[in-house]
Structure formats: C-alpha cells, structure tokens
C-alpha cells in the first residue's frame, strides 16, 4: 500500500457525514498517509494533534452585494490552491451538496494547467433523500456524482434510493460506516448511572441533531407509556430545530422529571455506557450511526425500520423495528427488553456482537483499496 496525500471535504459539525469524515481521516493518517481537511471550521472530532493531519481553512469573503456567500466558490479555490502547494493524490469529498461540484470545479481549474485530481464523492443520506433530489439542487448535484472519479454510499439502501431518484451512470460502492472501538466501548460509569437513576431506573437514550426528520416526539411519547410500567429515565442528546417543542410535549405529557435534556455532548460515550435501551425513530435514516455507536456500547435499539436502519439494528436480535411513527409499537418492545434482566443482557451482548462486524479495522482497507482503485482507473484514463 503507498502512502497518499489525502484531502477531505467534509462538514465538520457534529452530523454523522463530519463525523465519519473525521473518523476516517484519522484513521488514514495512523497508517502513515497525509491527510487535509479543507472545511470552513476545524472539525470537532479532531480534537487533539496529529503529527501528519492538516487542517486548511475556508474562508468566503463577504461582500454587501451578497444575500448568499458563494462557500461553493471558496471551497474550490481552497482545494485548487492546497492541491498545488501540497500536491495532493486525491480528494475525497463527503455529502454531495455543495462539496461534489466544489471538487469538480477545482478538477477542472487544475486539469487546465495539467494537473490531475481524481474525487471521490461519498453519499451520506439526506444530500440523496431530502436535499439532493430537491429541483433546486437536484440538476448539479446529479451531474457532479455522475462526473466524481469515484461514488460510494454508506449503505445499500442509500445506493439503492440513489439509483431510483437520480440518473446515474456508474457504479456505487457501498462502504459502510464504521465504530472507533478503541473510544465507543463500555465503560464502568455505576457512580455516575446513580446519579441520573438513583432509584435503579432503566435508562433510554436519544441522540440526534433534533431535526423534524428525526421524530423526537416518538421518542417521548413511547417514553411516556413506557414509564406507566416500569421505572425509568429519558436522556435527551444534542440540540436543534425541534427542541423547543419537545420540552413543551414534555411539560404537557407531565414527565419532566424523568427527562433530561442535555444538549450536545463531546464524550457521547460516558453516557451510552450508562444506558439500557437507544431510540431512533427517524422517518428516513441512510445508516444511523449514532445507534450503531450505542450498540458498540452495548447498547440495544429500538428504531423505526426505515432506510439503512435494517442494516445494523436486526429484529429480535439487536433490539426491534416498528413501523415510522408507531410510538405505541415501540413502548410495547421496550417493556419487553427492559422487564427482564436477562433479556436485556442478551439484547447487551448481541448489539455488540453484532457492532463488531463495523469496526474501523474492518472498513478502513476498503476506502484505502477503493482510493488506490479509483487512482489507477482516473490516471490511466487522463494518460489515455
Ligand atoms: O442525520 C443528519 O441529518 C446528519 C447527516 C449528516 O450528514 O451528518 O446524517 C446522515 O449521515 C450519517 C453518516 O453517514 C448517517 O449515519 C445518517 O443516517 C444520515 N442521516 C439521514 O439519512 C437522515
């Protein structure tokens, strides 16, 4: 394998694309390639320094004339500019908008003065399901996935739903998402679970950037008929749109004292290890991969059986699937996981068992072939 200079567009927020992005940067740069990431911000998984990872900053001018900064701009002339001075192998651009056609402007300014930068486009989700085929986007961003060196998706669902809404023309690689076990893993935090369950309450979690996609309400409400049979406490991660209204549902609903509202979280770990039971009732989700670090923490899923979801969380094994928006469905599987002790350790073992198959050491030669692929390929046809 030959070591490669690497440049990563990505989101650097606390959504799952930044995440994976970040992840995976990361990981390239301990097996000894040279990695930049090209963002507006640093990225918050890059928490600490690493000897071959760079980080090159976006900056859009403003300018009165300007309703809108044109990012898309910026961030090719950044990729332009680092590709020249830090001659880089190959781009690697996560979510579609606007990243894919950024790379593929700064291809073509470079390709001008004989420079070749192949880019690789991964989809993450709601760039294919929500934003993408909007008609606003949908004409640049099908035209750039279609023009990307390379195109992988996280999931075979999301490949698939790609295909049905777009009119692409090669192939999709599914390279699914991946867990750091070395970070999500089950921690002894006892001290810590009595403090949030004194009393020995199971405990739910949600984590998510509370978007309307997400459906939080179902997440109280199946809480709330949950609670009238057994004991047990909601904690509530991240912030967004819909966070408002959840704590108004919660106030109404009467079970403000069994939610916790803790707003975004850096170490997303410590409180996975002190849970029983994750919920994701999302009305479409590509992977989910917030459910697939709880169960790396041995935590099991109640989700809805949308999407990719289907693809980490199996029925009856992992934990349950219901149908989008069937809170009372949900409520019924989680007395049935969290009634019986031994039922919730099996649910516990079997989650992790099955997180494993994602483990980063089993994901990251899959991006390093796939880059060293799609090099070649890219290469001999800009030689032909
Ligand atoms: O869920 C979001 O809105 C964030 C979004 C993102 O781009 O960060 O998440 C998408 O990508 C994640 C990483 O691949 C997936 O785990 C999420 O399932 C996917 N979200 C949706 O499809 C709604």
Redesign the pocket.
Known sequence: MINMKIGVVC?PTY????V?ATELGKALARKGHDVHFITYQEPVRLDSYYENIYYHEVSALDYPLFQYQPYESALASKIVDVTRFEKLDILHVH?AIPHASSALMARSILQESGYHLPFITTL???DI?LVGKDPGYKPVVEYSINQSNGITS?SNNLREETYRNFNIKKEIEVIP?FIDFSRFKKTDKEHFKKVLAPNGEKILIHVS?F?K?KRVADVVKMFDLLIKKIPAKLLLVGDGPDRANIEILCRQLGNCEQVRFLGKQDAVEDLLAISDLFVLP?E??????AALEAMACEVPVLSSNV?GIPEINVQGVTGFLSPVGDYEDMAKWAEFILKDDTKLREFKKNAYTHARTFSIENILPQYEAYYEKTLQQSNSEWTI
Do not use: A, D, P, W
């Open positions: 989101y959504g799952g694309s930044g994976i979510y993450h989700g709601t399901s996280v998402n950037n978007r996609v999302s479409s989700e590509s992977f989910g991969l999407g």
